[in-house]
Structure formats: C-alpha cells, structure tokens
C-alpha cells in the first residue's frame, strides 16, 4: 500500500526537486534562454524562438501541445506572431531553433470575395512557402496546399500571383463524411424562417437513416428514398436546386484525392466565395478538422486565421467553437496545437480561459480590455500599468501571458514560473516573406 502514497518531497529532498523541476520545464509552453540551456535535450529535444523580453529572449517548446490565442487591431502584428509560431513548428532551421520533428498545419481561412477577386487578400499563411529575402538562406514551408470552394474557381487567380509556388486544389467532402447538421447546412435549410412540407420530408429522411446508424450518412441511399416521395413539379424543381448546392460541395466520384497532411506541410482551407457565408464556412471547417484529426500525422497545428470573420453569431460557429473546446482540453490525447488569430476577443471569450499562451497586441478597445480581464492577470502588471499601455505598444510587440511558462530561477534555485506575469515581447523577424506589409501611398 506504501507504494501508492504520492511523492511528499521536501526542500532537503534534491532527486526529488530535480523531478519535479524537469518536469514542469518539459511541459512549459514558454521558457527563457537560461532555462533552455541549462536543460539537457531530453528534457526539451525541440524549440523555437518566439521574441526577446528585457531581461531574456523567449523560446516556444514545440515538443509539446499547447494553445494560443492571439489578438491585436489590424496592423499590429497578430499575422507575424502567428507565422513566426507556425515557422518554429514547421521549419527546421539553426535560425529559429532545434526541430527534430516538423508537425503539418491545417489553417482556416474565410474573407468576402467579390468580382474578380482584385481586391481580394489571401491567407497570410500561404506566404510561409516563400524565403525571406532579407535572407540568404532559402528557408520556407516544404509544401503549401489551398484547398478552395468548388464554386470559386477564380480564388486560385490571387494566390498563385502573390505565391507562385503553392498548390491550389477545390475542397470537396466524401459522402461517407456526411451528417443531418452538414446536409441541413449546405442545402441552405437552416437559413429558412418556415421549412416547406418537401424540405419537411426531407428532413425526416435524414433522421429515419440517422436511426439507423452507421459511422457516416449514406447518400446513395438518401437519393434512392427521395425519389419515392411524391412531390409535385414546382416542390422537385426547388428540391433539385437545393440537391444541386449539396452536391457541388461532395467528391460523388471520388475524383478528389484526401489531403496527406505531411510534416512540414500546410493546408490552407479558403472558403472565401460568394456563394459561401459564414455558416457554411464553419460548417466546412468542422468536417476538415474532423478529417485533420483523424489522419495519421503525428504532430498536428490547427490554426484559425482572422477568427472574427467567420467565427460570428451562427449555429455551425458555436459548433466549431465547441470543437475546439474538446480539442484544447483534450490536446495531449490529439497531439494538436491550436492558434486562434482574431481582432475581436470578444466572440472567442470562452476559448481564452483555456489557452496556454494568450498574445495580446495593440488595441484601444475598453471592451476587449474588460473580456481579456477575466480571463488573465491583464489589470496589475507592471505597477498598474493598464489600457493605455496596450495602446502604446508598437508594431510587433505584445504582452504575452503564459502561466505554465517557465521564465528563470530563484535565489533558492526554484523555479520562476508564469503565474500572474504579463510579459512585454518583441517578437522576432520571420525567415519567410512578409504577407502583411501595409499598402503605403509612397
């Protein structure tokens, strides 16, 4: 039974404090350059440089999973700490750090698209597959896929002027992939103030094979059970066109080949269409991290790219934020990490509380200042130092906070932990080309 009592080691007791010691530096998030190299590479095998502090440059564990959510007004330098994170993750170079393992990334992205797309700005993340020219050495993602909304044809235009060398392919879901919420989703019925009696049929078709069971939706059999309804002309007609936008989203000959997920790769999916709103494109996001996550990669990067465009007041985004509720609190299980880049803190609250790495930029907002208080120790760093501080910082500094984060030792050799300290970090310059200059008049 003495075998089971938990370890009650003392000051005196220095395996025990040495244990204790390498195992929270193993699972921090953050961690100075003093504690970095004075542990040994078994302890921390891969890591990244994220930024310097005053007193230290701070290095990301890449080794381990973790969450971070990351906010600022445009312009302030969410975009680059969130490329800067996804470098040290992705590409292995003496530059960022030690990375033995590359994980693949799959980053959600959704923008209004209109006309011919001109005005049209891509996914930041797509630039990861070109070198900084500032630097000799040709460092940049392995592979960048862009996955597309089939009924968007010209989004691929923008992406491969501005990124030559990526690979634009159309998102279509396998059938095998289907569920009443994404039928209901991708037919537009939810969209309906009063359901009419063809869609009500169809609606308790769906739940009659959802009785059933199965691991997926069978089409096939869907169709086949739709044709025996006796509907009349006008009620088939308007069937068919919402049959039609269903179809235009599905791989019904299996013409489309599943994304590899790959080490050192990204997957950017850009539902940017004007035939897609933000439910739809939360409701795609969905099935792709569904699909993400099952895949066989190891190490895995989730990423959501300008969250408070498609992250709003829809059903399928409190889906989606649900998602990644379960995936954050379960991220050890999944291997995942998970990066949330937005402007607006105020719709992903919840999300915060749980993030290991919380990244605040420049904003002026008394609103998103009251959201992040309380969540984070935002109101007492620095000698009270508030709301106008964080409007005063400058492009590319943030105030990071990370309580698990493991910033130095004390006097008495113990260590000095996160709890309670909103860090100020320059973050460091990307090794890849800069998707997020601003456009100047000269």
Same mark, same amino acid.
């Given at each position: 039974?003495?075998?089971?009592? $938990?370890?009650?080691?003392?000051? !005196?007791?220095?395996?025990?404090?040495?244990?204790?010691?390498?195992?929270?530096?193993?699972?921090?998030?953050?961690?100075?350059?003093?504690?970095?190299?004075?542990?040994?590479?078994?302890?921390?095998?891969?890591?990244?440089?994220? !930024?310097?502090?005053?007193?230290?440059?701070?290095?990301?564990?890449?080794?381990?999973?973790?969450?971070?959510?990351?906010?600022?007004?445009?312009?302030?330098?969410?975009?680059?700490?969130?490329?800067?994170?996804?470098?040290?993750?992705?590409i292995p170079s003496p530059h960022?750090?030690?990375?033995?393992? $590359?994980? +693949?990334?799959?980053?959600?992205?959704? +923008?209004?698209? /209109?006309?011919?797309?001109?005005?049209?700005?891509? /996914?930041?993340?797509?630039?990861?597959?070109?070198?900084?020219? #500032? &630097?000799?050495?040709?460092?940049?993602?392995?592979?960048?896929?862009?996955?597309?909304?089939?009924?968007?044809?010209?989004?691929? @235009?923008?992406?491969?002027?501005?990124?030559?060398?990526?690979?634009?392919?159309?998102?279509?879901?396998? $059938?095998?992939?289907?569920?009443?919420?994404?039928?209901?989703?991708?037919?537009?019925?939810?969209? +309906?103030?009063?359901?009419?009696?063809?869609?009500?049929?169809?609606?308790?078709?769906?739940?009659?094979?959802?009785?059933?069971?199965? /691991?997926?939706?069978?089409? *096939? @059999? &869907?169709?086949?059970?739709?044709?025996?309804?006796?509907?009349?002309?006008?009620?088939?007609?308007?069937?068919?066109?919402?049959?039609?936008?269903?179809?235009?989203?599905?791989?019904?000959?299996?013409?489309?080949?599943?994304?590899?997920?790959s080490p050192g790769e990204i997957?950017?999916?850009?539902?940017?269409?004007?035939?897609?709103?933000?439910?739809?494109?939360?409701?795609?996001?969905?099935?792709?991290?569904?699909?993400?996550?099952?895949?066989?990669?190891?190490?895995?990067?989730?990423?959501?790219?300008?969250?408070?465009?498609?992250?709003?007041?829809?059903?399928?985004?409190?889906?989606?934020?649900?998602?990644?509720?379960?995936?954050?609190?379960?991220?050890?299980?999944? !291997?995942?990490?998970? =990066?949330? /880049?937005?402007?607006?803190?105020?719709?992903?609250?919840?999300?915060?509380?749980?993030?290991?790495?919380?990244?605040?930029?420049?904003?002026?907002?008394?609103?998103? &200042?009251?959201?992040?208080?309380?969540?984070? $120790?935002?109101?007492?760093?620095?000698?009270?130092?508030?709301?106008?501080?964080?409007?005063?910082?400058? *492009?590319?500094? #943030?105030l990071v906070y990370s309580g698990?984060?493991?910033? !130095?030792?004390?006097?008495?050799?113990?260590?000095?932990?996160?709890?309670?300290?909103?860090?100020?970090?320059?973050?460091?310059?990307?090794?890849?080309?800069?998707?997020? =200059?601003?456009?100047?008049?000269?």
């Amino acid at each position: 039974m003495d075998l089971l009592l $938990p370890d009650m080691t003392g000051d !005196g007791d220095t395996n025990g404090r040495n244990d204790d010691w390498n195992a929270d530096i193993r699972h921090a998030p953050l961690l100075s350059e003093d504690i970095l190299l004075e542990a040994h590479k078994d302890i921390l095998p891969q890591y990244g440089f994220l !930024g310097v502090n005053q007193k230290s440059k701070i290095f990301v564990n890449t080794n381990i999973p973790f969450s971070a959510f990351i906010c600022g007004v445009q312009g302030s330098g969410k975009s680059h700490t969130t490329a800067c994170l996804m470098e040290n993750a992705l590409i292995p170079s003496p530059h960022l750090g030690q990375l033995q393992n $590359p994980l +693949s990334a799959l980053v959600f992205s959704y +923008s209004p698209f /209109s006309g011919d797309g001109a005005d049209f700005n891509i /996914s930041e993340a797509a630039f990861l597959s070109a070198a900084n020219p #500032a &630097f000799r050495t040709q460092t940049h993602a392995k592979k960048v896929t862009v996955l597309v909304s089939p009924s968007n044809p010209r989004i691929s @235009l923008p992406y491969r002027r501005k990124v030559p060398n990526v690979t634009v392919l159309p998102s279509k879901i396998k $059938p095998r992939n289907l569920d009443i919420e994404t039928m209901l989703t991708l037919m537009a019925v939810n969209d +309906s103030d009063e359901i009419p009696l063809y869609l009500a049929e169809v609606t308790k078709i769906l739940r009659e094979l959802a009785r059933k069971g199965g /691991s997926g939706l069978d089409y *096939t @059999l &869907f169709k086949r059970m739709l044709q025996k309804c006796r509907f009349n002309p006008a009620q088939k007609n308007m069937l068919k066109l919402r049959l039609d936008l269903l179809e235009s989203f599905l791989d019904l000959n299996g013409s489309c080949p599943e994304p590899l997920y790959s080490p050192g790769e990204i997957t950017i999916m850009d539902m940017s269409c004007p035939f897609v709103d933000a439910n739809t494109a939360c409701i795609l996001f969905k099935i792709g991290l569904q699909r993400y996550l099952h895949s066989e990669t190891a190490g895995k990067m989730v990423v959501l790219d300008e969250a408070h465009k498609y992250m709003l007041k829809v059903p399928s985004a409190k889906a989606l934020n649900e998602r990644l509720h379960t995936i954050i609190r379960m991220q050890r299980h999944y !291997g995942a990490r998970v =990066i949330i /880049s937005t402007q607006e803190p105020t719709l992903l609250t919840d999300l915060i509380a749980l993030c290991s790495i919380t990244v605040v930029h420049r904003f002026s907002s008394p609103e998103w &200042f009251a959201a992040l208080q309380k969540h984070i $120790p935002i109101a007492g760093f620095e000698r009270g130092e508030s709301l106008k501080n964080i409007e005063a910082l400058r *492009t590319g500094t #943030a105030l990071v906070y990370s309580g698990n984060a493991v910033l !130095g030792k004390n006097e008495d050799g113990s260590l000095v932990k996160g709890v309670g300290k909103m860090l100020r970090v320059s973050v460091r310059k990307s090794v890849t080309a800069d998707g997020g =200059i601003s456009v100047t008049a000269v």
